[in-house]
């Protein structure tokens, strides 16, 4: 009777664990979140030490070039190389200045993870919730995808507004 279980265990006949794939996209939100939540934290420095170290953080996690893509739609086929990469570089910098300077208000906050759904490309979506502060419950939702062997962020939704619209407006 153990040799049939153990045959049977090994033929696939019992119970497997399910490989969760969007495990790793929610590992990377998870350390990022933790990681910018410390220097939130972090007592004695000034709002542009704050921002600068968590831009650090934000920049090897964030897929600039593909957002940009997002962003301009199909205009960006009408931009050539050297145009791209202007705008791929004034856009991280708009997002940097536009979001960098509104840190403090989430000094006495912590985000929790509640939740992870796969998308279509592969993409993943990490769901996550702002608990205390002045934002307690504001949903900001992780758009992820996989770029050599890498999981980026390629969009940011905060209670269901792309940052992509919010980021670029007309001018």
Same mark, same amino acid.
């Given at each position: ?125 990490? &769901?996550?919730? +702002? ?5 307690? /419950? $504001? @949903?900001? *939702?992780? !758009?992820?995808? %996989?770029?050599?062997? &890498?999981?980026? +962020? ?5 209670? /269901? $507004? @792309?940052? *992509?619209? !919010?980021?670029? %407006?007309?001018?």
């Amino acid at each position: 009777l153990a040799l049939g279980l153990w045959l049977a265990c090994l033929s696939g006949g019992g119970a497997r664990a399910e490989v969760d794939p969007t495990a790793p996209a929610r590992a990377v939100v998870q350390r990022t979140v933790d990681e910018v939540l410390v220097i939130l934290k972090e007592k004695g420095l000034d709002s542009e030490q704050r921002r600068a170290r968590i831009e650090l953080i934000a920049f090897d996690v964030f897929d600039f070039p593909t957002m940009s893509k997002l962003t301009l739609a199909k205009n960006w086929k009408r931009f050539d190389e050297a145009q791209r990469d202007e705008f791929v570089s004034e856009f991280k910098a708009h997002l940097s200045r536009r979001y960098g300077t509104r840190l403090d208000r989430y000094q006495q906050t912590d985000v929790t993870i509640v939740g992870t759904q796969l998308e279509p490309r592969n993409d993943v979506t990490v &769901r996550s919730k +702002v608990v205390g502060g002045q934002f307690d /419950g $504001v @949903s900001m *939702d992780y !758009r992820m995808r %996989e770029t050599d062997g &890498r999981w980026l +962020v390629i969009d940011v939704v905060i209670e /269901g $507004v @792309s940052i *992509d619209s !919010r980021s670029v %407006e007309p001018g």
